[in-house]
C-alpha cells in the first residue's frame, strides 16, 4: 500500500513540475490592438482569448500555436510563462471576418453579397500616397485619381461624379443623405485606417441611400494592447512630402490612440497643382466591465489645394501639364465626432448606441465651371465662372440590437437611423478675363450677383431589419428590409423675382428589400444568391441649384447576383467569383453641355451587367500572386437628350438606346506578384500591373478612349532582428514605364479633355515604429 502512495505522490510531483501556468497576449503585428477569439492550443489543450487579447492555460507543452480566422498562423516556442504573440493578417485568405455585412462581425462566407477587405498587412506593405492605390486591388473597382487625394469612382457603375457610392467610417456615413461629393474621401485620415472592406452592388437595405454601386466602409484604427507608436516621412522626385505619426497605450480600462499626417506638394509634375493637407483621429475606449464599452472617435480633415483643370488633346499628348489658370481652388475642412455605447447582455443578445456629429466646409472656385460664351457662329464672346461654399452640420444616433434564437439557429438584427444635417449653399457670378490667343484665363472679378443662396434643413430617419436563418447546417437565408424617408426643406435667400422657387418641402419615402442566401459545400467552397434593391434621391444641389433647370425623380436600381469561392491545392488558391444584372430605373445621369460643363437628368432605364473574379494563389509562403478583374457592360435601356443647333437655333433629341454608356471600360484589372523571402525576414518585393481597358467618351458612342496599362514596383525592408528593430525603408516606383496616360476622358462638340495622370513617379520612405504589450 505504501509503495502505491508513493507511486501516486511521484506521479502527482512529476504532473506538477512539467505542468506550468501559461499566460499571455496577442496582437495584430500591424496596429498591435489586442485580438479577441484567438484561438490557443497547447499540446491538445485549448483556449480563447479574451476581449483584451490575453489568454491563461496550464500546459506542459515546449510550444504553442495561435489560430484566427484572417490571420497567418503563428507557432513559437515557450520560453517563459508570460508569452507576447503577434500576429500578422494573412493576404491569401479570401475568407476573413467583416463587420460591413450586418454591423456585426461575421465570417465572409457567411454573407450573401460581394464583399471584399484590404487588410492592415497590405495597407502596410503598399505605403500609399493616396486611397485609389490600395482600392484598385479589389476585383470591381476603380477609383479614379483626380490629382492631390481628389476622385472619383467606378464600381459596377461606369466612371461617375454622381451619389451611387456611399463613403461610411467605423459604419457611420461620413457624409448626409443629399450632400454627396464624388471627392470626400479626401475627409479621411488615411494614417488611422485599419482595415477597408468594400460591399459591391447595392447595400441600401442595411445602410440606406447611395450605396447602390458599392458601399466603402474605412475601419479606424484602435488603441495598442500596453503602448505603441509609429513615426515615418516620405517623399518623392515631384516635390511631394509627408510626415506620418501615430500611438497610443491601453492602461487599465481606458486606452488611447492618435494619429495623423501631413502632406506637402509643391511645384509638381503637373502646373498649378500645389497643395497641403492636415489630417488627424482620435480614439478613447473605456471598458467599464467584460460586458459593457464605450468609445469615442473624432477626425479633423483640412485640405488646401489649386485645382489645376484638365487639358485639351493638343496640350496632353505633348506632354505640356501647363494650366489654363491660375485662380482657381478647393479649400476643405470636415470635423467629424461620435460616441459609442456597446452592451452584451448575454451571448445571445447585444446592443449599441453611437451619436455622431459632422461640421463640415467646401469652398471652392472650381475649373470645371469656367466657360466661354459664344455666339450663333460658335465665335468666342466672353467667359464666366463662378465662386461657391458649402456647409452643413450633423447631429445624428444610429441605434441597433441583435438577438439570437435557437429557432433555426436564427438572428435578427434592428435598427434606426436618425440624421439631422441642416445646410446652406452660395455661387457667386464671375466674369472671368481670357487671353483667347493662347486659351489662358488671366484672372477674374466677382460681381457680387448671386446665383444660388438658399439654406435646406435636411432630415433623413430611417428604421431597418434583418433576419438570419440557418435551417440546415451549410445553408444560411438573410432577409433584410429598410424604411428611409428624407425631407428637404428649401428657403431661397434670393429675392423674390430670382428665376426659381423661393420655398419648398420635399419627402422621399423608399423601402429597400433585400433577400439572400449562403450554402457552404463544405472544403472552402461555396456560393451565393442575392436580391437586393438601391435607392438614390436627388441631391440638394441637383434638385435646388440654378442651372439644374430638369425636375429629377428619385432613382431605384433592383440588383440580381450569385457569387461562390472555392480553394484548391491545399488552401494555397482562393477564387472568388461573382456575377450581377444591375437594372436602373429613373437613374440620374451626367448630360454634358456645350460649355463644357453638366446638368443631371433621369435616364428611363438602364443596364449594367458584369462578372467580377479574385484569384490569390500562394504556392509557397514566400511567394504570393493576386489577380483581380471585371469584365461588365454598362448600357443605355432608354435614354435621350434634348440639344441645340446653333446654326439654325433650334433643338432636336438625340436617342441613345441601345448604347454603351460612356466612361464605361469593359475589362479592369489588377495584379500583383509580392516576394517576402524566409531568408530575410522583413524584406518584400512587389511588382504589380493596372489596366483599363477601352471605352466611349460620349453617349452617342462616335468617340473613344484607349485605356492603358501601367506597372508599378514597391520594395520594402522592415528591421526585425537587429539593433536597429522597428526602422523601416521603402522604394516605390509608379508608372515604371512613364506612360502617358489620361484617368478621364471626356468629349464634347467642341473636342476632348483630358485629365492627366502622373509621369513615373520614385518615392523613398523611413520609419520607425515600437510597441510592448
Same mark, same amino acid.
Given at each position: 500500500?505504501?509503495?502505491?502512495?508513493?507511486?501516486?505522490?511521484?506521479?502527482?510531483?512529476?504532473?506538477?513540475?512539467?505542468?506550468?501556468?501559461?499566460?499571455?497576449?496577442?496582437?495584430?503585428?500591424?496596429?498591435?490592438?489586442?485580438?479577441?477569439? +484567438?484561438?490557443?492550443?497547447?499540446?491538445?489543450?485549448?483556449?480563447?482569448?479574451?476581449?483584451? @487579447?490575453?489568454?491563461?492555460? $496550464?500546459? #506542459?507543452?515546449?510550444?504553442?500555436?495561435?489560430?484566427?480566422?484572417?490571420?497567418?498562423?503563428?507557432?513559437?516556442?515557450?520560453?517563459?510563462?508570460?508569452?507576447?504573440?503577434?500576429?500578422?493578417?494573412?493576404?491569401?485568405?479570401?475568407?476573413?471576418?467583416?463587420?460591413?455585412?450586418?454591423?456585426?462581425?461575421?465570417?465572409?462566407?457567411?454573407?450573401?453579397?460581394?464583399?471584399?477587405?484590404?487588410?492592415?498587412?497590405?495597407?502596410?506593405?503598399? !505605403?500609399?500616397?493616396?486611397?485609389?492605390?490600395?482600392?484598385?486591388? +479589389?476585383?470591381?473597382?476603380?477609383?479614379?485619381?483626380?490629382?492631390?487625394?481628389?476622385?472619383?469612382?467606378?464600381?459596377?457603375?461606369?466612371?461617375?461624379?454622381?451619389?451611387?457610392?456611399?463613403?461610411?467610417?467605423?459604419?457611420?456615413?461620413?457624409?448626409?443623405?443629399?450632400?454627396?461629393?464624388?471627392?470626400?474621401? &479626401?475627409?479621411?485620415?488615411?494614417?488611422?485606417?485599419?482595415?477597408?472592406?468594400?460591399?459591391?452592388?447595392?447595400?441600401?437595405?442595411?445602410?440606406?441611400?447611395?450605396?447602390? @454601386?458599392?458601399?466603402?466602409?474605412?475601419?479606424?484604427?484602435?488603441?495598442?494592447?500596453?503602448?505603441?507608436?509609429?513615426?515615418?516621412?516620405? =517623399?518623392?522626385?515631384?516635390?511631394?512630402?509627408?510626415?506620418?505619426?501615430?500611438?497610443?497605450?491601453?492602461?487599465?480600462?481606458? =486606452?488611447?490612440?492618435?494619429?495623423?499626417?501631413?502632406?506637402?506638394?509643391?511645384?509638381?509634375?503637373?502646373?498649378?497643382?500645389?497643395?497641403?493637407? *492636415?489630417?488627424?483621429?482620435?480614439?478613447?475606449?473605456?471598458?467599464?466591465?467584460?460586458?459593457?464599452?464605450?468609445?469615442?472617435?473624432?477626425?479633423?480633415?483640412?485640405?488646401?489645394?489649386?485645382?489645376?483643370?484638365?487639358?485639351?488633346?493638343?496640350?496632353? &499628348?505633348?506632354?505640356?501639364?501647363?494650366?489654363?489658370?491660375?485662380?482657381?481652388?478647393?479649400?476643405?475642412?470636415?470635423?467629424?465626432?461620435?460616441?459609442?455605447?456597446?452592451?452584451?447582455?448575454?451571448?445571445?443578445?447585444?446592443?449599441?448606441?453611437?451619436?455622431?456629429?459632422?461640421?463640415?466646409?467646401?469652398?471652392?472656385?472650381?475649373?470645371?465651371?469656367?466657360?466661354?460664351?459664344?455666339?450663333?457662329?460658335?465665335?468666342?464672346?466672353?467667359? /464666366?465662372?463662378?465662386?461657391?461654399?458649402?456647409?452643413?452640420?450633423?447631429?445624428?444616433?444610429?441605434?441597433?440590437?441583435?438577438?439570437?434564437?435557437?429557432?433555426?439557429?436564427?438572428?435578427?438584427?434592428?435598427?434606426?437611423?436618425?440624421?439631422?444635417?441642416?445646410?446652406?449653399?452660395?455661387?457667386?457670378?464671375?466674369?472671368?478675363?481670357?487671353?483667347?490667343?493662347?486659351?489662358?484665363?488671366?484672372?477674374?472679378?466677382?460681381?457680387?450677383?448671386?446665383?444660388?443662396?438658399? #439654406?435646406?434643413?435636411?432630415?433623413?430617419?430611417?428604421?431597418?431589419?434583418?433576419?438570419?436563418?440557418?435551417?440546415?447546417?451549410?445553408?444560411?437565408?438573410?432577409?433584410?428590409?429598410? &424604411?428611409? %424617408?428624407?425631407?428637404?426643406?428649401?428657403?431661397?435667400?434670393?429675392?423674390?423675382?430670382?428665376?426659381?422657387?423661393?420655398?419648398?418641402?420635399?419627402?422621399?419615402?423608399?423601402?429597400?428589400?433585400?433577400?439572400?442566401?449562403?450554402?457552404?459545400?463544405?472544403?472552402?467552397?461555396?456560393?451565393?444568391?442575392?436580391?437586393?434593391?438601391?435607392?438614390?434621391?436627388?441631391?440638394?444641389?441637383?434638385?435646388?441649384?440654378? #442651372?439644374?433647370?430638369?425636375?429629377?425623380?428619385?432613382?431605384?436600381?433592383?440588383? *440580381?447576383?450569385?457569387? @461562390?469561392?472555392?480553394?484548391?491545392?491545399?488552401? %494555397?488558391?482562393?477564387?472568388? +467569383?461573382?456575377?450581377?444584372?444591375?437594372?436602373?430605373?429613373?437613374?440620374?445621369?451626367?448630360?454634358?453641355?456645350?460649355?463644357?460643363?453638366?446638368?443631371?437628368? /433621369?435616364?428611363?432605364?438602364?443596364?449594367?451587367?458584369?462578372?467580377?473574379?479574385?484569384?490569390?494563389?500562394?504556392?509557397?509562403?514566400?511567394?504570393?500572386?493576386?489577380?483581380? =478583374?471585371?469584365?461588365?457592360?454598362?448600357?443605355?435601356?432608354?435614354?435621350?437628350?434634348?440639344?441645340?443647333? *446653333?446654326?439654325?437655333?433650334?433643338?432636336?433629341?438625340?436617342?441613345?438606346?441601345?448604347?454603351?454608356?460612356?466612361?464605361?471600360?469593359?475589362?479592369? $484589372?489588377?495584379?500583383?506578384?509580392?516576394?517576402?523571402?524566409?531568408?530575410?525576414?522583413?524584406?518584400?518585393?512587389? =511588382?504589380?500591373?493596372?489596366?483599363?481597358?477601352?471605352?466611349?467618351?460620349?453617349?452617342?458612342?462616335?468617340?473613344?478612349?484607349?485605356?492603358?496599362?501601367?506597372?508599378?514596383? #514597391?520594395? @520594402?525592408?522592415?528591421? !526585425?532582428?537587429?539593433?536597429?528593430?522597428? $526602422?523601416?525603408?521603402?522604394?516605390?516606383?509608379?508608372?515604371?514605364?512613364?506612360?502617358?496616360?489620361?484617368?478621364?476622358?471626356?468629349?464634347?462638340? &467642341?473636342?476632348?479633355?483630358?485629365?492627366?495622370?502622373?509621369?513615373?513617379?520614385?518615392?523613398?520612405?523611413?520609419?520607425?515604429?515600437? $510597441?510592448?504589450?
Amino acid at each position: 500500500m505504501k509503495k502505491y502512495f508513493l507511486y501516486f505522490l511521484l506521479s502527482l510531483f512529476s504532473t506538477t513540475a512539467f505542468c506550468q501556468n501559461i499566460t499571455g497576449t496577442v496582437t495584430d503585428a500591424n496596429t498591435h490592438e489586442p485580438l479577441a477569439g +484567438v484561438t490557443i492550443n497547447a499540446d491538445g489543450s485549448t483556449t480563447q482569448t479574451n476581449a483584451k @487579447g490575453q489568454f491563461s492555460m $496550464a500546459a #506542459r507543452a515546449k510550444t504553442i500555436t495561435a489560430t484566427m480566422v484572417g490571420y497567418g498562423t503563428k507557432t513559437i516556442s515557450i520560453t517563459t510563462n508570460k508569452l507576447s504573440i503577434e500576429l500578422a493578417p494573412s493576404t491569401v485568405d479570401l475568407q476573413p471576418v467583416v463587420v460591413s455585412a450586418s454591423r456585426e462581425g461575421e465570417a465572409r462566407q457567411d454573407a450573401p453579397i460581394a464583399i471584399a477587405k484590404i487588410n492592415s498587412t497590405q495597407i502596410k506593405d503598399t !505605403k500609399a500616397t493616396a486611397l485609389y492605390q490600395l482600392l484598385n486591388k +479589389v476585383a470591381g473597382v476603380y477609383m479614379v485619381n483626380l490629382g492631390n487625394e481628389q476622385h472619383t469612382m467606378a464600381i459596377r457603375q461606369p466612371i461617375t461624379y454622381n451619389a451611387l457610392y456611399l463613403y461610411m467610417e467605423d459604419g457611420v456615413p461620413i457624409r448626409p443623405t443629399g450632400i454627396f461629393n464624388h471627392n470626400s474621401l &479626401y475627409e479621411i485620415n488615411m494614417s488611422g485606417v485599419k482595415d477597408v472592406e468594400v460591399i459591391k452592388g447595392p447595400a441600401s437595405s442595411l445602410y440606406g441611400s447611395n450605396s447602390i @454601386g458599392g458601399a466603402v466602409n474605412f475601419i479606424t484604427q484602435g488603441p495598442p494592447a500596453g503602448y505603441a507608436g509609429d513615426f515615418s516621412v516620405q =517623399g518623392d522626385n515631384y516635390n511631394y512630402r509627408r510626415i506620418d505619426a501615430d500611438g497610443g497605450f491601453t492602461s487599465g480600462k481606458f =486606452g488611447l490612440y492618435a494619429g495623423g499626417y501631413i502632406a506637402h506638394q509643391k511645384n509638381s509634375w503637373q502646373d498649378y497643382s500645389d497643395f497641403d493637407k *492636415y489630417s488627424v483621429n482620435f480614439k478613447t475606449t473605456y471598458s467599464f466591465s467584460d460586458h459593457t464599452k464605450l468609445t469615442t472617435t473624432a477626425a479633423y480633415n483640412y485640405l488646401n489645394t489649386q485645382t489645376p483643370g484638365s487639358l485639351d488633346s493638343v496640350h496632353f &499628348y505633348s506632354r505640356n501639364y501647363g494650366s489654363n489658370n491660375r485662380f482657381t481652388y478647393r479649400k476643405v475642412e470636415a470635423f467629424r465626432a461620435n460616441v459609442k455605447l456597446e452592451h452584451s447582455w448575454s451571448q445571445k443578445n447585444s446592443t449599441f448606441f453611437n451619436a455622431f456629429f459632422r461640421d463640415n466646409s467646401t469652398a471652392q472656385l472650381p475649373s470645371y465651371f469656367i466657360a466661354d460664351v459664344r455666339n450663333s457662329s460658335g465665335a468666342y464672346v466672353s467667359s /464666366n465662372g463662378q465662386v461657391n461654399d458649402q456647409r452643413f452640420h450633423s447631429f445624428g444616433l444610429l441605434a441597433q440590437h441583435r438577438s439570437n434564437f435557437d429557432f433555426l439557429h436564427s438572428r435578427l438584427i434592428a435598427g434606426i437611423y436618425v440624421d439631422d444635417s441642416p445646410s446652406s449653399y452660395y455661387a457667386q457670378y464671375l466674369n472671368i478675363t481670357k487671353d483667347v490667343a493662347n486659351n489662358y484665363y488671366t484672372g477674374f472679378s466677382n460681381t457680387g450677383t448671386y446665383i444660388d443662396n438658399y #439654406r435646406i434643413k435636411l432630415f433623413n430617419t430611417a428604421a431597418y431589419t434583418q433576419y438570419e436563418i440557418n435551417p440546415v447546417e451549410p445553408l444560411r437565408i438573410v432577409m433584410g428590409l429598410r &424604411y428611409d %424617408k428624407v425631407h428637404y426643406n428649401f428657403t431661397n435667400a434670393l429675392t423674390t423675382g430670382a428665376k426659381y422657387k423661393q420655398q419648398e418641402s420635399t419627402d422621399f419615402n423608399i423601402v429597400a428589400p433585400k433577400l439572400g442566401l449562403t450554402y457552404d459545400l463544405g472544403g472552402n467552397k461555396g456560393f451565393y444568391v442575392n436580391y437586393s434593391v438601391g435607392f438614390q434621391p436627388p441631391e440638394t444641389g441637383d434638385l435646388y441649384q440654378a #442651372r439644374q433647370l430638369i425636375p429629377l425623380k428619385q432613382a431605384t436600381f433592383n440588383n *440580381y447576383e450569385v457569387g @461562390g469561392w472555392v480553394s484548391a491545392f491545399d488552401k %494555397k488558391m482562393y477564387i472568388e +467569383v461573382s456575377l450581377y444584372d444591375l437594372e436602373g430605373h429613373n437613374e440620374i445621369i451626367n448630360q454634358l453641355l456645350p460649355d463644357n460643363t453638366t446638368q443631371n437628368q /433621369n435616364a428611363g432605364a438602364t443596364r449594367h451587367r458584369g462578372i467580377e473574379y479574385a484569384l490569390t494563389y500562394a504556392p509557397v509562403n514566400e511567394l504570393s500572386f493576386h489577380f483581380n =478583374g471585371t469584365n461588365a457592360k454598362h448600357t443605355y435601356v432608354d435614354y435621350s437628350e434634348v440639344s441645340t443647333n *446653333y446654326v439654325t437655333n433650334t433643338n432636336y433629341t438625340l436617342v441613345y438606346n441601345g448604347n454603351r454608356m460612356n466612361n464605361a471600360p469593359v475589362w479592369i $484589372a489588377n495584379a500583383e506578384l509580392t516576394y517576402k523571402p524566409n531568408y530575410l525576414p522583413g524584406f518584400r518585393l512587389a =511588382g504589380e500591373w493596372q489596366h483599363i481597358d477601352k471605352y466611349y467618351t460620349n453617349p452617342a458612342n462616335t468617340k473613344t478612349y484607349s485605356g492603358y496599362n501601367i506597372y508599378n514596383l #514597391r520594395l @520594402g525592408y522592415d528591421l !526585425k532582428q537587429t539593433a536597429l528593430k522597428g $526602422a523601416g525603408i521603402w522604394f516605390n516606383v509608379l508608372n515604371l514605364t512613364n506612360k502617358l496616360y489620361a484617368t478621364t476622358v471626356t468629349s464634347n462638340q &467642341y473636342g476632348d479633355t483630358y485629365n492627366a495622370a502622373p509621369p513615373r513617379t520614385v518615392s523613398l520612405g523611413v520609419s520607425y515604429s515600437f $510597441a510592448k504589450n
